[in-house]
């Protein structure tokens, strides 16, 4: 049973330019997560997919940052026009139709914005 | 936005030793998760908690629901070496309709062999 896993788990980019990180959830889970979190910080909700629906989307979520779901099964992030305040972790974690609030994170994409 | 208050920040204990950490809130959770994370790894889930009283226990590591739902306590027995990390609570706001997690910032254990 594999986990979730993400792609890139490191990414270097010049300020302004775009970047897209992807997500595989674990099987069979239908509820996909993407958290942000910084140094010294606990994760923070950015969005969640419930299939192919974008349920939630928080504040944190600029309109330069967009998500898909476009099959129900991974999902990618993009960020367009990068900041330096956009360097962080991005999480993806998701969830299972029965232990729907039990999250799984897979390992991140380290973004690193120069 | 709403904010978890983890305690202590971080601590140094000798292995062998028993830990004790805690989350508190101003508001009411339905439900309580405990992570740990590794240094350039995503968080590992440890113990979820679904009641108010709820007590679990996954091997060493013992946590428990409060009754008034506003806090959360996680236990390690006899620490290891390998329980050195960031332990994270998390919770999902009561009535939000919301799955998003809210988190803590995180106790960090050192162990001191």
């Known amino acids: 049973d594999t986990g979730v896993s993400q792609n890139p788990r490191h990414k270097i980019t010049k300020r302004g330019q775009n970047v897209t990180f992807r997500c595989d959830p674990i099987s069979e889970h239908n509820r996909l997560y993407w958290y942000r979190q910084t140094l010294g910080q606990g994760p923070e909700f950015l969005t969640y997919?419930?299939?192919?629906?974008?349920?939630?989307k928080s504040r944190l979520l600029s309109d330069r940052f967009s998500a898909e779901r476009p099959k129900g099964s991974f999902s990618t992030l993009e960020i367009q026009r990068t900041e330096q305040g956009d360097s962080a972790m991005y999480l993806c974690?998701?969830?299972?139709?029965?232990?729907?609030?039990?999250?799984?994170f897979g390992p991140g994409t380290r973004l690193t914005v120069t | 936005g709403q904010q978890l208050n983890q305690s202590p920040q971080s601590m140094f204990i000798q292995e062998g030793e028993d830990v004790s950490m805690n989350c508190t809130s101003s508001?009411?959770?339905?439900?309580w998760l405990w992570y740990k994370q590794d240094p350039g790894e995503g968080p590992v889930l440890l113990i979820a908690?679904?009641?108010?009283?709820e007590l679990t226990s996954n091997g060493r590591l013992t946590a428990q629901f409060g009754i008034t739902r506003k806090d959360s306590f996680l236990n390690i027995s006899a620490s290891i070496p390998s329980d050195v990390g960031i332990y994270f609570c998390a919770g999902r706001l009561s009535g939000a309709g919301s799955y998003q997690l809210t988190f803590g910032k995180g106790t960090k254990l050192s162990v001191i062999p």
């Open positions: 908690l679904y009641k108010a009283g």
């Open positions: 508001s009411i959770f339905n439900t």
């Open positions: 974690a998701s969830s299972s139709p029965v232990l729907d609030y039990e999250q799984y």
């Open positions: 997919f419930q299939n192919e629906a974008q349920l939630e």
